[in-house]
């Protein structure tokens, strides 16, 4: 038996493709992405992510 998924688990399901695309996005553009690590916003270069 297959079993459903909830709202919640389809909106993070979500989340996590669009954040995936966003981050293969930038690095096929040659952009940095803005993480936050260690309490500060830090910048990856493309070339890292």
Known sequence: MKKRLTLQDKAEIAMKVA?????????R???PIAVW???RAVNIPASKI
């Open 29 to 31: 553009n040659g952009r």
């Open 19 to 27: 954040v995936r695309k966003a981050i293969a996005e930038h690095k």
């Open 37 to 39: 690590k260690n309490g």
